[in-house]
Protein backbone atom coordinates (compact mmCIF):
# COMPACT_ATOMS: atom_id res chain seq x y z
CA UNK A 1 0.00 0.00 0.00
CA UNK A 2 1.23 3.31 -0.74
CA UNK A 3 2.70 5.26 2.15
CA UNK A 4 0.76 8.41 1.41
CA UNK A 5 -3.00 6.23 2.10
CA UNK A 6 -1.35 4.23 5.22
CA UNK A 7 -4.02 4.47 8.20
CA UNK A 8 -3.85 7.35 10.20
CA UNK A 9 -3.77 7.52 13.88
CA UNK A 10 -7.02 9.39 15.86
CA UNK A 11 -5.00 12.80 16.29
CA UNK A 12 -3.93 12.81 12.35
CA UNK A 13 -7.59 12.16 11.66
CA UNK A 14 -8.59 15.09 13.56
CA UNK A 15 -6.36 17.40 12.46
CA UNK A 16 -6.17 16.98 8.83
CA UNK A 17 -10.17 17.59 9.50
CA UNK A 18 -9.52 20.32 11.41
CA UNK A 19 -6.94 21.86 8.39
CA UNK A 20 -9.88 21.03 6.21
CA UNK A 21 -12.22 23.46 7.98
CA UNK A 22 -9.72 26.14 7.80
CA UNK A 23 -9.02 25.87 4.58
CA UNK A 24 -12.63 26.12 3.86
CA UNK A 25 -13.43 29.34 5.96
CA UNK A 26 -10.19 30.98 4.48
CA UNK A 27 -10.72 30.49 0.49
CA UNK A 28 -14.53 29.75 0.60
CA UNK A 29 -16.72 33.83 1.31
CA UNK A 30 -19.67 31.70 1.16
CA UNK A 31 -18.75 29.23 3.89
CA UNK A 32 -17.83 32.22 6.14
CA UNK A 33 -21.12 33.81 5.36
CA UNK A 34 -23.18 30.15 5.88
CA UNK A 35 -20.65 30.32 9.41
CA UNK A 36 -21.60 33.39 10.55
CA UNK A 37 -25.69 33.14 10.05
CA UNK A 38 -25.44 30.14 12.27
CA UNK A 39 -23.88 31.94 14.90
CA UNK A 40 -26.30 34.85 15.11
CA UNK A 41 -28.94 32.34 14.69
CA UNK A 42 -27.73 29.89 17.90
CA UNK A 43 -27.42 33.39 19.96
CA UNK A 44 -31.02 34.41 18.34
CA UNK A 45 -31.82 30.63 20.01
CA UNK A 46 -30.64 31.69 23.33
CA UNK A 47 -31.64 34.73 23.48
CA UNK A 48 -35.37 33.60 22.52
CA UNK A 49 -35.24 30.60 24.36
CA UNK A 50 -36.85 28.39 22.30
CA UNK A 51 -37.36 24.35 23.08
CA UNK A 52 -35.42 21.56 23.17
CA UNK A 53 -37.13 20.30 19.82
CA UNK A 54 -36.30 23.80 17.82
CA UNK A 55 -32.50 23.44 19.18
CA UNK A 56 -32.44 19.94 17.75
CA UNK A 57 -33.81 21.24 14.24
CA UNK A 58 -31.66 24.35 14.38
CA UNK A 59 -28.44 22.12 15.02
CA UNK A 60 -29.60 19.94 12.29
CA UNK A 61 -30.51 22.99 9.52
CA UNK A 62 -27.13 24.45 10.52
CA UNK A 63 -25.10 21.03 10.05
CA UNK A 64 -26.65 20.24 6.80
CA UNK A 65 -26.13 23.64 5.51
CA UNK A 66 -22.42 23.27 6.93
CA UNK A 67 -21.88 20.22 5.31
CA UNK A 68 -22.96 20.75 2.07
CA UNK A 69 -20.65 23.75 1.92
CA UNK A 70 -17.50 21.33 3.01
CA UNK A 71 -19.11 18.59 0.12
CA UNK A 72 -18.99 21.64 -2.76
CA UNK A 73 -15.36 22.86 -1.58
CA UNK A 74 -14.13 19.59 -1.62
CA UNK A 75 -15.49 19.05 -5.29
CA UNK A 76 -14.32 22.91 -6.36
CA UNK A 77 -10.96 21.73 -4.92
CA UNK A 78 -10.87 18.37 -6.89
CA UNK A 79 -12.05 19.79 -10.06
CA UNK A 80 -9.33 22.20 -10.10
CA UNK A 81 -6.64 19.84 -9.42
CA UNK A 82 -8.14 17.27 -12.16
CA UNK A 83 -8.17 19.36 -14.92
CA UNK A 84 -7.80 23.36 -15.16
CA UNK A 85 -9.61 23.65 -18.75
CA UNK A 86 -13.22 24.10 -19.18
CA UNK A 87 -14.82 20.67 -19.21
CA UNK A 88 -19.02 20.29 -19.28
CA UNK A 89 -18.67 17.43 -16.62
CA UNK A 90 -16.90 19.10 -14.23
CA UNK A 91 -19.17 21.76 -14.65
CA UNK A 92 -22.01 20.07 -13.78
CA UNK A 93 -20.47 18.58 -10.88
CA UNK A 94 -20.12 21.99 -9.65
CA UNK A 95 -23.35 23.09 -10.79
CA UNK A 96 -24.80 20.12 -8.68
CA UNK A 97 -22.72 20.04 -5.29
CA UNK A 98 -23.86 24.27 -5.64
CA UNK A 99 -27.61 23.12 -6.11
CA UNK A 100 -27.19 20.55 -2.80
CA UNK A 101 -26.20 24.25 -0.91
CA UNK A 102 -28.72 26.03 -2.29
CA UNK A 103 -31.34 23.30 -1.51
CA UNK A 104 -29.89 23.13 2.31
CA UNK A 105 -29.50 26.74 2.56
CA UNK A 106 -33.43 26.91 1.44
CA UNK A 107 -34.73 24.23 3.78
CA UNK A 108 -32.47 25.92 6.88
CA UNK A 109 -34.36 28.92 5.80
CA UNK A 110 -37.48 27.70 6.20
CA UNK A 111 -36.58 25.72 9.28
CA UNK A 112 -35.87 28.75 10.64
CA UNK A 113 -38.85 30.54 10.37
CA UNK A 114 -40.52 27.75 11.36
CA UNK A 115 -38.30 28.36 14.34
CA UNK A 116 -37.88 32.21 15.10
CA UNK A 117 -41.01 33.80 13.85
CA UNK A 118 -43.57 31.77 16.25
CA UNK A 119 -40.90 32.75 19.11
CA UNK A 120 -40.69 36.54 18.22
CA UNK A 121 -44.22 36.35 18.33
CA UNK A 122 -44.63 34.79 21.58
CA UNK A 123 -42.05 37.56 22.92
CA UNK A 124 -43.89 40.51 21.07
CA UNK A 125 -47.07 39.21 22.71
CA UNK A 126 -45.41 39.21 26.36
CA UNK A 127 -43.98 42.54 26.15
CA UNK A 128 -47.32 44.32 24.39
Not at 20 to 25: C, E, I, P, S, T
Request: glycine share 4%; charged share 15%.
Amino acid sequence: MHSRFRRHSWKNKFRNALRGLQRALRTQSSFAVHLLIACIAVIAAAILRVTMVEWGLLVAAIGMVMVAEIFNTAIESLSRAVDTQFHPRLRDALDIASAAVLIAAGTAVVIGLCIFVPALYRLCRSVL
